[in-house]
């Protein structure tokens, strides 16, 4: 019972790390927030949560991963792809063997192959930290539209070069050749399995409702299962489970753009995903702060055996690595602008501005991937040996993910502070907007007239379908973009309409509770109005 009181705990310190992140004014990270009541939960409860690696890795990467696939901007994702893949994998490649170095020199007692793997996971980065961080400040767009694209693909590429130094670790064996080729096909029967389970899943249930019609509760399962589906199948076979949710994800969105999914359907699948991620996103945090005190015991015996008595040890090893990723950014992202300078045919079109420089290298923050991938680190070797430096390799990745998340917090604000509100004019996003609306408009008006053509006009008249067609195309086009000129008066024609028709669905929402509570209608009669008034409010709003 204790274990379960200890998870529901965890899940009301989530509820209230995001009610009490919204209400401080200074913009302290939520990560932060939650880790703090993890250390609190920890002091409360005798006995913690034992993890279980695998199972730990089984349920918070394949989700998480499959929605950063399912979300990123695919246009974004072309646009950025040198930037994006220089980034995910030549960065992780060298921070996996600089920093690996950097750390078995600094800190003998941990093996070469050990050092790796940290490395390893302390390269991939998270961006819902540092949206975290940024949600009041002026980044700008294409920086975002990178670190989210870097985040997607560094978290596949720097689990799966952490998944082939840990095997090193526990067999004392490391080939490049075997390595090299191990990883292109892990790598590429990784994304063919994450396509394939999706698309026929996918497949499946296009035939299944095709014929007999959506279930909803069905649909929002289906959607939770596809992650772990394409992991576990991937991992089946010897690819990359990894991998594969991203694929599975990428799929996903693809599929999704066949828009053979019901409206109703799409938004409380979207509703599902943003609680779960935040939900996931939060217990790996929690889950930290609860797991640091005993991770913090085991660590001061691991740094007793490289001469140093003083626990202040642990905190510098863990700074010098954070300062070292930062350096490393730095480096990579310097350097690669410089080469696409040297080897593109309009180098003065690539611009250099120290200060997006600076602000991708500190907005590099380690989050809930680095932790829940640590976390998964052997207990026992082989011969029924303890795991070399286990908890000193966790203690320090969860420290640099701490420490990462206090320097962005503190260096971000001084380096966006005067970055100028965007440029006049339209934004590539405005202008496709636009775009979409203006086609989506003419196209309906189309369909529209072919249906009015179709119709019996004797009794209402031609006039009437005339007015309605273009009442009814105004208020689709208005219910969009209008917010950009607030000053005209159709915008406040728009909003007085829009006023008055949320005023009569709150009252009539509060006359069917009213009837209910009086035992005038049933229940479920006021359930089925209420639902239809929502969809109404969402409509309207």
Same mark, same amino acid.
């Given at each position: 019972?204790?274990?379960?009181?200890?998870?529901?705990?965890?899940?009301?310190?989530?509820?209230?790390?995001?009610?009490?992140?919204?209400?401080?004014?200074?913009?302290?990270?939520?990560?932060?927030?939650?880790?703090?009541?993890?250390?609190?939960?920890?002091?409360?409860?005798?006995?913690?949560?034992?993890?279980? &690696?695998?199972?730990?890795?089984?349920?918070?990467? &394949? &989700?998480?991963?499959?929605?950063?696939?399912?979300?990123?901007?695919?246009?974004?994702?072309?646009?950025?792809?040198?930037?994006?893949?220089?980034?995910?994998?030549?960065?992780?490649?060298?921070?996996?063997?600089?920093?690996?170095?950097?750390?078995?020199?600094?800190?003998?007692?941990?093996?070469?192959?050990?050092?790796?793997?940290?490395?390893?996971?302390?390269?991939?980065?998270?961006?819902?930290?540092?949206?975290?961080?940024?949600?009041?400040?002026?980044?700008?767009?294409?920086?975002?539209?990178?670190? @989210?694209?870097?985040?997607?693909?560094?978290?596949?590429?720097?689990?799966?070069?952490?998944?082939?130094?840990?095997?090193?670790?526990?067999?004392?064996?490391?080939?490049?050749?075997?390595?090299?080729?191990?990883?292109?096909?892990?790598?590429?029967?990784?994304?063919?399995?994450?396509?394939?389970?999706?698309?026929?899943?996918?497949?499946? $249930?296009?035939?299944?409702?095709?014929?007999?019609?959506?279930?909803?509760?069905?649909?929002?399962?289906?959607?939770?299962?596809?992650?772990?589906?394409?992991?576990?199948?991937?991992?089946?076979?010897?690819?990359?489970?990894?991998?594969?949710?991203?694929?599975?994800?990428?799929?996903?969105?693809?599929?999704?753009?066949?828009?053979?999914?019901?409206?109703?359907?799409?938004?409380?699948?979207?509703?599902?995903?943003?609680?779960?991620?935040?939900?996931?996103?939060?217990?790996?945090?929690?889950?930290?702060?609860?797991?640091?005190?005993?991770?913090?015991?085991?660590?001061?015996?691991?740094? @007793?055996?490289?001469?140093?008595?003083?626990?202040?040890?642990?905190?510098?090893?863990?700074?010098?690595?954070?300062?070292?990723?930062?350096?490393?950014?730095?480096?990579?992202?310097?350097?690669?602008?410089?080469?696409?300078?040297?080897?593109?045919?309009?180098?003065?079109?690539?611009?250099?501005?120290?200060?997006?420089?600076?602000?991708?290298?500190?907005?590099?923050?380690?989050?809930?991937?680095?932790?829940?991938?640590?976390?998964?680190?052997?207990?026992?070797?082989?011969?029924?040996?303890?795991?070399?430096?286990?908890?000193?390799?966790?203690?320090?990745?969860?420290?640099?993910?701490?420490?990462?998340?206090?320097?962005?917090?503190?260096?971000?604000?001084?380096?966006? #502070?005067?970055?100028?509100?965007?440029?006049?004019?339209?934004?590539?996003?405005?202008?496709?907007?636009?775009?979409?609306?203006?086609?989506?408009?003419?196209?309906?008006?189309?369909?529209?007239?072919?249906?009015?053509?179709?119709?019996?006009?004797?009794?209402?008249?031609?006039?009437?379908?005339?007015?309605? #067609?273009? #009442?009814?195309?105004?208020?689709?086009?208005?219910?969009?973009?209008?917010?950009?000129?607030? @000053?005209?008066?159709?915008?406040?024609?728009?909003?007085?309409?829009?006023?008055? $028709?949320?005023?009569?669905?709150?009252?009539?929402?509060?006359?069917?509770?009213?009837?209910?509570?009086?035992?005038?209608?049933?229940?479920?009669?006021?359930?089925?109005?209420?639902?239809?008034?929502?969809?109404?409010?969402?409509?309207?709003?």
């Amino acid at each position: 019972m204790e274990s379960i009181g200890l998870i529901f705990t965890i899940l009301i310190a989530i509820l209230l790390s995001g009610v009490i992140g919204r209400a401080l004014p200074w913009g302290i990270p939520l990560p932060l927030i939650q880790i703090l009541f993890g250390i609190i939960i920890a002091g409360v409860f005798e006995e913690g949560i034992t993890l279980n &690696p695998e199972v730990f890795f089984l349920l918070f990467i &394949p &989700p998480l991963l499959f929605l950063d696939g399912w979300r990123i901007p695919k246009d974004a994702l072309r646009r950025e792809k040198t930037s994006i893949f220089s980034l995910a994998f030549g960065l992780v490649l060298l921070t996996v063997f600089g920093l690996g170095y950097l750390i078995h020199w600094m800190i003998p007692a941990m093996p070469l192959t050990v050092s790796f793997a940290l490395a390893a996971i302390m390269s991939p980065t998270d961006p819902v930290a540092v949206t975290g961080i940024t949600r009041r400040l002026p980044v700008p767009q294409r920086l975002m539209l990178t670190l @989210e694209g870097e985040a997607l693909f560094n978290d596949a590429s720097g689990l799966v070069a952490f998944k082939m130094a840990v095997l090193a670790a526990m067999t004392g064996v490391f080939s490049l050749t075997q390595a090299t080729s191990s990883f292109i096909w892990v790598a590429l029967a990784g994304l063919l399995t994450g396509f394939v389970v999706t698309w026929a899943l996918a497949f499946i $249930r296009r035939r299944y409702t095709h014929h007999f019609g959506e279930e909803q509760g069905a649909e929002l399962l289906l959607s939770l299962l596809m992650p772990f589906a394409a992991y576990i199948v991937a991992e089946k076979i010897g690819a990359s489970g990894i991998l594969s949710a991203v694929a599975a994800g990428l799929t996903m969105s693809t599929i999704e753009l066949s828009g053979r999914v019901s409206p109703l359907t799409r938004m409380r699948r979207t509703v599902v995903w943003d609680s779960l991620q935040f939900t996931l996103n939060g217990f790996i945090f929690v889950l930290l702060g609860e797991q640091l005190p005993s991770i913090f015991t085991g660590a001061v015996h691991v740094v @007793e055996l490289t001469g140093h008595h003083n626990p202040w040890w642990l905190i510098i090893y863990a700074f010098v690595i954070s300062l070292s990723l930062i350096t490393l950014r730095f480096i990579w992202v310097s350097l690669s602008l410089f080469a696409q300078r040297l080897f593109s045919k309009k180098p003065e079109a690539i611009e250099t501005q120290w200060r997006h420089v600076l602000v991708l290298s500190f907005a590099g923050v380690r989050g809930a991937v680095t932790l829940a991938g640590v976390m998964t680190l052997p207990l026992l070797l082989p011969d029924q040996s303890a795991f070399p430096a286990r908890d000193l390799a966790i203690f320090l990745a969860a420290t640099v993910i701490i420490l990462s998340l206090v320097i962005a917090s503190l260096v971000l604000p001084l380096l966006l #502070k005067d970055n100028g509100p965007a440029p006049a004019g339209l934004s590539s996003h405005e202008k496709q907007k636009q775009m979409a609306i203006q086609t989506a408009q003419a196209a309906a008006a189309a369909q529209t007239d072919e249906l009015i053509n179709g119709l019996d006009k004797q009794e209402l008249g031609t006039d009437y379908y005339e007015q309605l #067609k273009n #009442k009814l195309l105004a208020e689709f086009a208005n219910s969009f973009a209008l917010h950009t000129d607030t @000053e005209s008066t159709t915008y406040k024609q728009h909003h007085a309409e829009r006023l008055l $028709r949320l005023k009569i669905v709150n009252t009539a929402r509060a006359t069917v509770y009213s009837l209910a509570k009086e035992q005038k209608i049933s229940d479920e009669l006021a359930r089925e109005l209420v639902h239809k008034l929502d969809l109404d409010e969402v409509r309207f709003n």
